[in-house]
């Protein structure tokens, strides 16, 4: 069935009534009804929280929440949007925080407030369990509410709906920086190749590639060694390839 | 339950069947000789009509294509005689305009400086091509990779076009701007031993690519807002600039500006400026679906044009090779290059490989072209769509069950959304417009042709020829956003700002009405798509 043979179904977008072909996602249906969005609509691919979408369908009393370019237009659908929702943001420097237990908490007391209502989890449109990165936040666990909110897009839903005031994106965040910054290791190579590129180590070999042919480049690229798919102890033939040019 | 529709089913049976053998298979790389010919015959920047010369400005000559070239023939919204240059609303040292990791980072370097610097974004702070970027971020970090490699891979990747100086400092910086971001605390995969987790993109020799399972672009920009926020960086969201400002010596001096909820016009003055407007997906080249974001019409570039920048490579246009091709209403977005790295084949329609994988974009995206419109091995949806299958449950047989939730977290929950489990089933995928490989000619410290004027990201051109690889724009933006960033605040320090003037618009809609090709009907920057409508309908965009 092309899209041309497509049904109409009636939506409401702000409570006024539009005829717009079925299976178009929200925002396309909006669009299809003659909006041009400024706000709420961003990556059109589910990963930036600009189109944060309320709605009720009819014969439910449930008010859901979703993203409008990845959930479908139903019929009778009534629709609102939240482009922008404040939150609380403490004023902090990364790198002055340390990584203790009690940090999160705080720099925002306000997570000991939760209810656990689990509302925050319900209106996720990223399925993410809010509510127990806030418990584990509360706890101390910094490395467990980084991993559990890393899919967060910071659209506002959950600290849209908290009823104890919480800003639950920025808490895990602030979780996601510390865990980055200060649990996850950096090797030791890392440094060291930082600082032989710092004192030179490439430099002539770099010097020599800038001014070489394009032919010789060509026959330097098709005499680079790839690393295999799966061979985890491979060791090129020539490792100081090519900084072996003469 | 299949997730596709019926037409598709005995399709998707021949990809289960040949899969097993099919893991195992060796496929031969391409020649450089061959390269260049499935370039030629294929790739959608060599097809007729679909590029054409500028007859005008400092460009005139240049080939572009048409509907960039359209824009640049189009009349500015900004009526020169409108502007009040009595009436400036700010000066400032470092003017940034562009809200994506270009813009960011720059500004986190500036202010670093001292530099009294602004953020202007034509919509949220942080809306950008930059949060889409699933796959990672490059950087010769590995005991059996060098700087040097990642110059020839890079090189390589654009045809042996790119400008070697621009490349020098790409690959040079890589795993300083990779430990930077490390300690804003981007959390970057790790191996099970703490290393740094690394994978392979197309037309790489080694593993290079840092990634944030599939969220990498939006992990760092998150991040990076939050930095922005802490170091109290001033920033104008929803006010992209319409024209920039040259002073009578001809250099950069600020730009015009609207705010886009209330119409207001006004004009910034500044003694540097940095354009990280990000690309052209939206303009939807050659009637392609595209990854790109929302914003993505080429503002940066049309402003830029006329205050007589040069440019370079814009006729080179990245397509994708595994955009979405079903459902129709993911079409165009991006599935991560990481699956290929992470062992997942392209598949036709008969079961049958017919590319090695990690090809560089430009060739893997020529061979599905030819694979399904040439060869009719393509794979059809009952809406007229057609692609070619990315075997994803391969990765799962190859790396370990779970790997897909682990590493892709963000496709595995957008495919399931729509009723495809991706572990269980291949992706049904097409190239798609991704990115613009040229742009504006910067040097190696960001600077444009135009004093003060400098560029970072994908605004900018040279540093990835003719074909960007993956892994590489990432990097681009935090390495020319760090070294414009810093050059413009050293700058700010020595000069004093000029008289503003459009004087540049005047002459250069002049020059477009003399050449015979002003279009008048067409308002430019565009800032905005338009999809309303019978438009939201078209088979071009999700």
């Not at chain 1, 079925?22 to 249906?29: D, H, M």
């Not at chain 2, 940034?96 to 813009?103: V, W």
């Not at chain 2, 020319?480 to 700058?491: C, D, L, S, T, V």
Request: aromatic content about 8%.
């Amino acid at each position: 069935m092309g899209i041309e043979e497509r049904r109409s179904i009636t939506i409401y977008v702000f409570g006024k009534k539009y005829e717009v072909p079925e299976s178009l996602t929200i925002q396309k249906a909006m669009e299809f009804s003659g909006y041009r969005f400024i706000r709420s609509c961003g990556c059109r691919g589910g990963i930036c929280g600009a189109c944060l979408t309320e709605y009720r369908t009819p014969g439910s009393y449930r008010l859901k929440v979703a993203l409008a370019c990845q959930a479908l237009a139903e019929p009778e659908m009534q629709i609102t949007q939240s482009p922008f929702v404040p939150m609380n943001r403490a004023p902090y420097h990364l790198e002055e925080l340390k990584e203790q237990p009690d940090i999160l908490g705080k720099i925002y007391p306000e997570i000991y407030r939760c209810l656990q209502c689990n509302t925050c989890t319900r209106v996720c449109p990223m399925e993410i369990q809010v509510m127990d990165y806030v418990a584990a936040a509360m706890r101390g666990e910094i490395e467990k509410a980084a991993t559990l909110s890393f899919q967060c897009i910071m659209c506002g839903a959950c600290a849209s709906k908290c009823p104890a005031e919480i800003s639950q994106p920025n808490v895990a965040l602030l979780a996601r920086r510390l865990y980055g910054r200060h649990i996850l290791p950096l090797p030791e190579s890392l440094y060291q190749r930082i600082n032989d590129i710092k004192m030179g180590r490439y430099n002539k070999v770099l010097e020599n590639l800038i001014q070489m042919s394009t032919e010789g480049l060509m026959k330097f690229y098709t005499l680079r060694e790839q690393e295999p798919q799966d061979n985890p102890g491979w060791v090129p033939k020539n490792p100081n390839f090519p900084e072996d040019i003469t | 339950m299949s997730g596709y529709p019926e037409s598709t089913q005995e399709s998707i049976r021949k990809v289960e069947a040949t899969r097993l053998t099919r893991a195992k298979e060796e496929f031969p790389k391409l020649s450089l000789k061959e390269r260049q010919e499935l370039l030629k015959r294929y790739h959608p920047d060599y097809r007729e009509g679909g590029r054409r010369e500028l007859k005008a400005g400092v460009n005139k000559g240049e080939k572009v294509p048409n509907e960039l070239a359209d824009l640049f023939e189009g009349e500015s919204i900004v009526r020169p005689e409108e502007v009040d240059f009595t009436q400036v609303k700010e000066d400032m040292d470092v003017l940034i305009i562009g809200g994506g990791g270009g813009g960011a980072s720059a500004a986190l370097f500036a202010a670093e400086q001292g530099a009294k610097t602004l953020i202007t974004t034509k919509l949220r702070f942080g809306d950008s091509n930059t949060i889409m970027a699933e796959g990672g971020i490059q950087a010769a970090v590995g005991e059996f990779d060098s700087p040097s490699l990642h110059y020839l891979d890079t090189m390589g990747g654009g045809g042996f076009e790119n400008l070697p100086h621009l490349v020098n400092a790409l690959v040079s910086d890589a795993p300083m701007i990779l430990e930077w971001l490390a300690r804003l605390g981007v959390m970057f995969d790790r191996t099970d031993d703490g290393g740094l987790l690394a994978s392979f993109a197309g037309g790489q020799c080694r593993r290079r690519v840092h990634s944030a399972a599939d969220y990498t672009g939006m992990e760092i920009m998150r991040v990076m807002r939050d930095e922005v926020y802490s170091r109290g960086i001033e920033i104008d969201e929803f006010c992209p600039a319409i024209e920039l400002v040259l002073d009578e010596k001809g250099r950069c001096a600020g730009a015009v500006f609207v705010n886009l909820d209330t119409e207001e016009r006004f004009v910034i003055r500044a003694k540097t400026v940095i354009l990280a407007t990000g690309g052209i997906g939206r303009l939807h080249i050659q009637g392609f679906p595209t990854t790109n974001h929302y914003g993505a019409t080429a503002d940066g570039l049309v402003i830029a044009n006329r205050a007589g920048v040069k440019i370079i490579f814009m006729d080179a246009i990245q397509f994708h090779p595994t955009g979405t091709a079903y459902p129709e209403q993911l079409l165009g977005l991006l599935v991560s290059e990481a699956f290929r790295g992470w062992s997942a084949q392209l598949v036709n329609g008969e079961g049958g490989r017919f590319i090695n994988e990690l090809e560089t974009r430009d060739i893997t995206s020529s061979a599905t072209i030819r694979e399904v419109m040439d060869r009719k091995n393509g794979v059809s949806t009952p809406t007229g769509m057609q692609g070619v299958w990315l075997d994803t449950p391969l990765v799962e047989l190859n790396k370990g069950k779970g790997t897909i939730r682990r590493i892709f977290p963000h496709l595995f929950h957008r495919f399931h959304t729509f009723g495809i489990e991706i572990t269980q089933e291949p992706v049904l995928v097409y190239p798609t417009q991704h990115y613009q490989n040229g742009g504006l000619l910067i040097d190696e410290y960001g600077e444009t042709t135009i004093e003060n004027l400098f560029a970072a990201g994908e605004v900018s051109g040279g540093v990835h020829g003719r074909n960007r690889l993956g892994g590489n724009s990432l990097l681009d933006i935090f390495v020319f956003g760090r070294r414009a960033g810093i050059r413009a605040a050293e700058r700010a320090k020595e000069i004093e700002i000029g008289k503003p003037s459009l004087g540049h618009l005047i002459e250069y809609e002049k020059d477009l009405e003399r050449a015979g090709v002003l279009k008048k009907e067409i308002k430019t920057p565009l800032l905005l798509p338009d999809y309303r409508y019978e438009k939201a309908l078209a088979k071009i965009h999700q």
